[in-house]
């Protein structure tokens, strides 16, 4: 049976390999993130980007663009895991005190 692949397909394979690599070689990734979540991330970030736009981006310009949505979504909710002591600090160093 043949598959049709759409241009979203082939971008969605694109990115999961890149996924693939960034989370084998960061361990914040490893640790942080759920690969089956992160695609869902960038499948509906595809809802609202055009994939044509991205089909034609060189590999090392992917590959930037996916780290940086990945590393957002790993640090994203850090600070709702401070104890009350370290968000005391953490308040405390962006006021300037």
Known sequence: ????????DTVISRISEIVDRLMQSEYLFQERLD?????Q???NLLERVSPEKL??????????????IMVRE????????L???????FD??????
Request: a negative charge; glycine letters at 4%; proline letters at 2%.
């Open 55 to 68: 089909l034609y981006i060189d590999d090392d310009e992917l590959t930037a663009r996916v780290d940086r």
């Open 92 to 97: 405390a160093a962006v006021e300037g005190r």
């Open 83 to 89: 104890t009350p002591e370290q968000m005391e600090i």
């Open 41 to 43: 991330v960038f499948s």
């Open 35 to 39: 690969k089956d979540e992160i695609m």
């Open 74 to 81: 790993a640090v994203s909710g850090t600070l709702n895991l």
């Open 1 to 8: 049976m043949t598959q049709v692949y759409t241009t979203k």
